[in-house]
């Protein structure tokens, strides 16, 4: 019996499978049979010929300007990025100017200055410390000491959001190790760290000042008391889509505390 023999030739082409595959995508992408593409491409091989491109030095050179042309798109494109982030930090540095001034350039009020710094981009980044330095004339080492000291003050990048979950006695013996596990499960981050994106920060606390509500998670300045580690990851979803407002937070899932506080 004699072998079936493999159809890898097409109007008289003999062609690899994956010259059939790209075929059959060009073929899907611009509705023409397979003649038609392939008599086209036999147009342009003449054309090709024609025009001497296929002497070594011509497709040297081609190839030379191609890499030469990545290579300049590759600079361009270093070169915007760090363009745009220049005009960040004078962006920046622009507001921070403003708080400065609306503070009366007062040295005295240096930690009112900075709170509101780290209220606006959620913690301070070192070229704001060096320009209240400059304006208030105090030297940066003070700055960094003050800074470094307060626990509320962060000089590494925070999230948009941050996350605190309560550990002190009583909540923990009510379950809070619980709840620190269902926050680092829906953002999936450890405690300490920070989203890729910089949505969200997850910190653990020892005491939130309202015991008798444990176990507590706080997501930026709305208090969720007695929750459930269930609930965890449907509050957090609700901040993740936008949907956790000033005017809907705290209502819903978990127990707002406004107003409780001791």
């Known amino acids: 019996m004699k072998a079936e023999r493999s159809k890898s030739a097409y109007v008289g082409l003999r062609m690899t499978e994956e010259q059939r595959r790209y075929l059959a995508r060009l073929q899907d992408s611009f509705d023409l049979s397979k003649t038609d593409i392939l008599l086209k491409g036999l147009e342009l091989m003449g054309e090709y010929y024609s025009l001497g491109l296929d002497q070594r030095t011509v497709r040297d050179e081609l190839r030379a300007l191609e890499e030469e042309a990545i290579r300049y798109a590759g600079k361009i494109k270093q070169i915007k990025k760090r363009e745009k982030a220049i005009q960040q930090v004078v962006s920046e540095l622009r507001e921070i100017d403003h708080i400065v001034d609306k503070h009366d350039r007062d040295k005295g009020r240096l930690i009112q200055i900075l709170l509101e710094i780290q209220r606006k981009y959620h913690w301070l980044p070192k070229h704001a410390l060096w320009w209240v330095s400059e304006r208030l004339d105090i030297p940066m080492a003070n700055i960094m000491q003050i800074a470094s000291f307060y626990k509320v003050f962060s000089l590494e990048p925070k999230g948009e959001h941050i996350v605190r979950v309560c550990l002190g006695t009583a909540c923990h013996v009510r379950g809070g190790d619980e709840i620190l596990a269902a926050a680092e499960r829906a953002l999936d981050i450890k405690v300490g760290h920070t ?21 507590v998670m706080v997501v930026d300045e709305e208090y969720y008391g007695k929750l459930e580690s269930s609930k965890v990851q449907m509050i957090l979803e609700g901040y993740k889509r936008g949907e956790m407002d000033e005017a809907g937070i705290g209502e819903g899932p978990g127990e707002s505390l406004e107003g409780d506080l001791v």
């Open 195 to 215: 989203t890729p994106d910089y949505g969200f920060t997850l910190e653990a606390v020892n005491c939130l000042g309202c015991c008798a509500l444990g176990p």
